[in-house]
Nanobody, 123 residues
């Protein structure tokens, strides 16, 4: 079973930056698309960004487009999320997950999630 460990969250002021990391194991990492998700208090988990298995194609939710950048290092089995120009509404617990194809990340249904990493943006 895939294991996912997110890190890099913290408290940052509005307009600041953070870089999240997600280490994956239990899968052939280079064969999987990877995605980032977030869940704010009282709200359902939402998809944020995705990257294809080779890193060539990326996809972003409209709310983060132009501010967040997803990347991956297949040699390290790790996916990253560079978050710039952070806003208070970006406050959430951030998670990563995997899918067979990039397009499948937007509508991912799974019970297998890591612990996530908390991102708090103060105004």
């Amino acid at each position: 079973q895939v294991q996912l460990v997110e890190s890099g969250g913290g408290l940052v002021q509005s307009g600041g930056s953070l870089r999240l990391s997600c280490a994956a194991s239990g899968i052939i990492f280079s064969s999987k698309a990877m995605g980032w998700y977030r869940q704010a208090p009282g709200k359902p988990r939402e998809w944020v960004a995705g990257i294809s298995n080779g890193g060539i194609s990326t996809d972003y939710a409209d709310s983060v487009k132009g501010r967040f950048t997803i990347s991956r290092d297949n040699a390290k089995n790790t996916v990253y999320l560079q978050m710039d120009s952070l806003k208070p509404e970006d406050t959430a617990v951030y998670y990563c997950n995997t899918a067979t194809r990039l397009q499948a990340l937007r509508s991912l249904v799974t019970n297998n999630w890591g612990r996530g990493t908390q991102v708090t943006v103060s105004s």
